[in-house]
């Protein structure tokens, strides 16, 4: 806030107008959330490290080929989609990257 005349103190608003927008602002304050929202990359990379670090039922890690298919499919489908995060992902775009030629889609290894 201003403050007034240099006294370091803040000034109060005058107008209806003024005293509105204030208002406004510290509401604006209070509703903007503390945490950043993920990511899909953001939550693509914690997937994928949960994934090394989980056990299947029978107490055995997850084998290399599982691994390197969640590696290589998922930033696949991030570059078809084209979408920054989660809530904009429908099925549209699952179905976009279902029917892409092999061929057309973006190599993972040409974008880390």
Same mark, same amino acid.
């Given at each position: 806030? #201003? +403050?007034?005349? @240099? *006294?370091?103190?803040? *000034?109060?608003? !005058? &107008? ?7 208002? /406004? ?6 509703? +903007?959330?503390?945490?950043? %929202?993920? !990511?899909? %990359? ?11 670090? *989980?056990?299947?039922?029978? @107490? ?5 080929? +599982?691994? &390197? ?10 570059? %078809?989609?084209?979408? #920054? ?16 030629? #092999? @061929?057309?889609?973006?190599? !993972?290894?040409? /974008?880390?």
């Amino acid at each position: 806030m #201003r +403050t007034a005349s @240099g *006294s370091g103190r803040p *000034s109060v608003p !005058t &107008s209806a107008a003024q005293f509105q927008k204030a208002n /406004h602002l510290a509401q604006e304050k209070k509703a +903007t959330p503390a945490a950043k %929202v993920p !990511t899909l %990359v953001d939550q693509q990379l914690g997937f994928l490290e949960q994934k090394r670090l *989980s056990r299947k039922p029978d @107490g055995f890690k997850l084998d290399k080929e +599982t691994l &390197s298919s969640y590696e290589k499919l998922i930033p696949d489908f991030l570059l %078809v989609a084209q979408k #920054r995060f989660a809530k904009e992902v429908d099925g549209m775009d699952l179905r976009r990257w279902m029917e892409a030629p #092999r @061929g057309q889609r973006i190599s !993972t290894e040409d /974008h880390l």
